[in-house]
């Protein structure tokens, strides 16, 4: 970590209380940034800022549902005031609703939707204009997925949703690239997390996933530590409009 400096940089994670998130906000502490975390538990919240700020420094936690697209602006408003100001964005937070495509609701689409792509958009709004109008560049960094490339049985509205976030990181980083703001994206394979943790706990479903998985193991949220760190320092000056994905080498195979 050492060796990409963030010292003097802020950070905002969506979804940084927990799991991949937490790993990342994690990483960008250990780089030098301060951090802060924006999430819809407030107890979760605060847990996370005992880890970093074991690490940073003045790390801060905001309570905000994303899915409310209309108090957007004013959740951004009070990060970058909290914060003096975001240098570093990583659009994180989401969810996943799970139907045959036939049996899709309209409320679990429109649900999946406004957090996976519409939030993340209205985000990356609200950090180019500030950056642009301080004329400062600046580093996106979105959550993408193995969804953004392929599909699996009950998920259309999460891989629709994933598929967006592809081609809005190529669409975002083509617009803004003459302010200097980089866009670019991480694609995590199956993450061991609480959030997965029954999926780790079903043995049929685990020996499928070692045995998928080239590298023969369920990844860790300590995996995405260097990689958001690297994204977001100056040694990727000069990538942008690209998702690495984290996986074990899952879409290299078949």
């Known amino acids: 970590m050492n060796t990409l400096p963030l010292c003097g940089r802020t950070a905002l994670v969506t979804g940084g209380n927990s799991g ?3 790993g990342m906000a994690l990483g960008l502490a250990k780089a030098g940034a301060r951090v802060g975390i924006l999430g819809r538990d ?7 800022l005992e880890q970093l700020n074991h690490i940073g420094k003045d790390c801060v936690g905001f309570v905000a549902d994303l899915t409310e697209a209309d108090k957007i602006p004013a959740v951004y408003a009070q990060a970058t005031s909290d914060l ?3 240098d570093i964005l990583v659009n994180n937070a989401g969810t996943t609703r799970r139907a045959a495509a036939e049996d899709v609701t309209l409320d679990d689409w429109s649900t999946t939707l406004a957090l996976n792509l ?8 609200q950090f180019a204009r500030e950056r642009i109008a301080a004329n400062k560049s600046g580093s996106i960094i979105f959550t993408a997925s193995l969804m953004s490339e392929s599909s699996r049985p009950t998920t259309a509205a ?4 994933k598929g967006g976030v592809r081609q809005l990181i190529k669409a975002l980083a083509v617009d803004w690239a003459k302010y200097g703001i980089r866009v670019n994206g991480v694609g995590p394979g199956y993450i061991q997390t609480e959030l997965t943790r029954t999926l780790h706990e079903d043995s049929a479903f685990n020996e499928w996933v070692e045995g998928r998985t080239p590298l023969g193991r369920w990844g860790q949220p300590g995996d995405f530590e260097g990689i958001v760190a690297f994204l977001a320092s ?3 000056s000069f990538i942008t409009g690209q ?6 080498g ?5």
């Open 243 to 248: 998702i690495i994905y984290v996986d074990g």
């Open 234 to 236: 100056d040694s990727a």
């Open 118 to 125: 519409t939030a993340p958009m209205l985000l990356a709004q």
């Open 158 to 161: 999460y891989t629709a949703s």
């Open 20 to 22: 991949i998130g937490l």
């Open 250 to 254: 899952w879409l290299a195979t078949f």
């Open 84 to 86: 003096g100001g975001v």
């Open 42 to 48: 407030a107890d979760k919240n605060a847990t996370a």
